[in-house]
């Protein structure tokens, strides 16, 4: 079935979990902080390649693609430091600052003038995020009842979003089951098997 092999091409693609059934390795995969990377926010592409991302300022930014998972991962570490994340939230927890960090984290994969623009784009977002992140610390300073309500409410909404994620991985793998169903190879929400039930980078 085609769908059976894209999913295998995803499984062989991830040298750690090579050999394993791929039914036993679909439903046996409990949630995880880390992704199937084995970096904290990384996340592996159907290309084999491996994008950085870190959530700030109620975002999802993307940092980068590179070509293997330790460099997205340095990437990630070096936005971590800038939005001050605590040291257990670190990928190689060795660094002891923002400087040594960014001297570490490579450039991304650029290959044309598409992917210079979308850098730039990161960059700037980035740049506005650690703003966002600057003033919300303040904010927790002065006004500690609003920031406590605030963050319930994203509390919820992550926790919504969690059992959505649960939802849209247990429809696709009963479609991986079903002989009759419609999906196509080339399908983006085969992915969603790929979600996992916890936020990488919360």
Known sequence: ???VRY???RVRAQPHVAG??????????PPRRRGASGFRGVRVRPSGRFTAEIRAGGFRLTLGTYNTPELAARAYDAAAWRFRRPGHNMNFPDVESLEEAEFLAPPPCLVDDEDRRRHRQVQRRIAIAERDEQLMRQWRAQFPNDVDNT???F???RAQRR???RHRRAVAAFELENPNT??????PRWDDIWTETTSDDE
């Open 1 to 3: 079935m085609p769908r």
């Open 7 to 9: 999913i295998e091409r």
């Open 20 to 29: 394993t059934p791929l039914r036993s390795f679909i439903s046996g995969m």
């Open 151 to 153: 963050d319930a409410f």
């Open 155 to 157: 509390a919820n909404l």
């Open 163 to 165: 059992s959505n994620r």
């Open 182 to 187: 419609t999906w196509t190879e080339n399908d």
